[in-house]
């Protein structure tokens, strides 16, 4: 395949289905694996052992463990950057905080489309059927490392890939196809240098060390992949995030330049009944109506359980009398996991008054 009908692939993926960034890569064995082992042999995966089970670790060594004939990796980036939410909405703590990501439909199924219309693209770019993977955000592959190879970026302290264009509000996916295509890479310039904001920003420290995040503590696992107790000692450092996390992001200089706020998303919604709910609101949901507010969100993935769970720790972390009679209604609720935190609140607000 030429470099021509290549870049017909890269035009096509930004300017008809809105990638800010594409790399085309050919297939090599995955060089930062033996970083992502160490990793898990700390535990620093927490109780996320779906990144191991089935051969998933294994895979990510090589993405011919995934397609045996694959021969091209397209490696792409996606926006999800929005306006800023005011300091007086993020900092109120009568208001519980989503990560902007959630603001909207689930991206999985609104980037998988696009992935899905890009291999039809080149099928008919190369006139011949593929066989393909398409992945958002959920292959067992390395896709920092991709992404870096073919210029989208670099990483982070915080571990997040980096674009010195865009920032590093993106969604990475990537395309593993069996043909071979014209290799199309960027030289990517920049870097964190001494700049640690990240490190010293996160509440739970969970930036153990460079580009090294312990899951344990971090507050994205915490409220989102964590189905169980949350550790009591970390519940006030979560303050009024109850959906995700993007403190290491709202820090980082990256995501300041003009450039990078340039950047808006198309698909979210910048409506604080989104972004940023009163609690009190929130500790009113019942199955139903969570079902009814959230279906096809990313909220979703923490079912009304996680959610409420989180609201309790918020509320309590709140501690006016408004909170604590939401908190009484949710120490009444049915599932023990928001009663056990609902119940927590209660006592915080207690030792407050003490005070």
């Given at each position: ?27 090599t064995p995955a060089a930062t694996f033996p970083y992502f082992s160490e990793w898990l042999d700390h535990h620093y995966q ?220 198309d698909w979210l919604e910048s409506a604080l009944h989104r972004q940023a709910p009163p609690l009190v609101e929130l500790a ?72």
């Amino acid at each position: 395949m030429t470099e021509d009908l290549s870049l017909q692939l890269v035009h096509f993926a930004k300017g008809h289905l809105g990638f800010t960034q594409v790399g085309i890569l050919p297939v090599t064995p995955a060089a930062t694996f033996p970083y992502f082992s160490e990793w898990l042999d700390h535990h620093y995966q927490a109780d996320m052992a779906w990144l191991e089970t089935d051969g998933r670790k294994e895979k990510r060594a090589a993405v011919q463990a995934i397609l045996p004939q694959a021969k091209t990796v397209i490696t792409l980036a996606y926006t999800y950057r929005t306006t800023d939410l005011p300091p007086e909405v993020l900092n109120d703590p009568s208001r519980g905080i989503f990560a902007r990501y959630t603001w909207g439909r689930d991206y999985h199924h609104v980037i998988k489309k696009k992935l899905l219309q890009l291999i039809k693209q080149v099928e008919q770019v190369t006139g011949r059927e593929v066989v393909a993977r398409a992945y958002v955000d959920t292959g067992p592959i390395l896709e920092r490392e991709l992404a870096e190879r073919a210029g989208i970026g670099f990483t982070g302290n915080n571990s997040m890939l980096i674009s010195p264009l865009f920032g590093s509000y993106l969604f990475l996916c990537e395309i593993i196809l069996d043909q071979s295509l014209w290799p199309v890479t960027h030289k990517a310039r920049g870097g964190c240098r001494t700049c640690t904001k990240c490190v010293t920003s996160c509440p739970t420290k969970a930036i153990v060390a460079n580009k090294v995040i312990d899951a344990r503590k971090c507050i994205s696992y915490l409220t989102i992949e964590s189905k169980g107790t949350i550790p009591e000692a970390l519940r006030p450092l979560l303050h009024n995030r109850i959906y995700g996390c993007d403190i290491c992001q709202e820090v980082c200089p990256w995501n300041d330049t003009a450039q990078a706020k340039q950047m808006q998303s198309d698909w979210l919604e910048s409506a604080l009944h989104r972004q940023a709910p009163p609690l009190v609101e929130l500790a009113q949901l019942t199955e139903a109506t969570f079902l009814e507010r959230y279906q096809g969100t990313p909220i979703m993935r923490a079912k009304r359980s996680g959610l409420l769970r989180n609201v309790g720790v918020a509320l309590g972390n709140w501690g006016s009398a408004e909170a604590g009679v939401a908190l009484e209604q949710l120490a009444q609720d049915s599932n023990e996991l928001i009663r056990e935190h609902a119940l927590w609140g209660l006592r915080q607000i207690d030792k407050m008054s003490t005070l």
